[in-house]
């Protein structure tokens, strides 16, 4: 059964950084686009950001343009998000998602097809 595990959640204050892992359990995510959601309590999931399965184009939502940086590992198969500058706003539960089909500028999750568990991210003012 296909996987995505998320790693790096946890506490932080308020302009401090944690780093996001996403890994895939098969080799094929190599070939997709993965990205990451976050979804706040009694808000929608919303987008972050996402990258192609080259790792060469990079898409992310204005929110966080600027503080966060997804990048690709070497095997393809494995996603980061650095988050820097995080604040209170930036708290929820970020997911990993990956998709054969859609674009990097695809923000609707209903659109992905595979789903990390979440990890929480919680920063402190």
């Known amino acids: 059964q296909v996987r995505l595990v998320e790693s790096g959640g946890g506490l932080v204050q308020a302009g401090g950084s944690l780093r996001l892992s996403c890994a895939a359990s098969?080799?094929?995510?190599?070939?997709?686009?993965m990205g990451w959601f976050r979804q706040a309590p009694g808000k929608e999931r919303e987008f972050v950001a996402a990258?192609?399965?080259?790792?060469?184009?990079?898409y992310y939502a204005d929110s966080v343009k600027g503080r966060f940086t997804i990048s690709r590992g070497n095997a393809k198969n494995t996603v980061y998000l650095q988050m820097n500058s995080l604040k209170p706003e930036d708290t929820a539960v970020y997911y990993c998602?990956?998709?054969?089909?859609?674009?990097?500028?695809?923000?609707?999750?209903?659109?992905?097809?595979?789903w990390g568990q979440g990890t929480q991210v919680t920063v402190s003012s």
């Open positions: 998602a990956a998709d054969l089909l859609v674009l990097v500028t695809t923000t609707n999750a209903a659109a992905y097809d595979y």
């Open positions: 098969e080799r094929t995510f190599s070939n997709y686009v």
């Open positions: 990258i192609s399965w080259s790792g060469g184009s990079t």
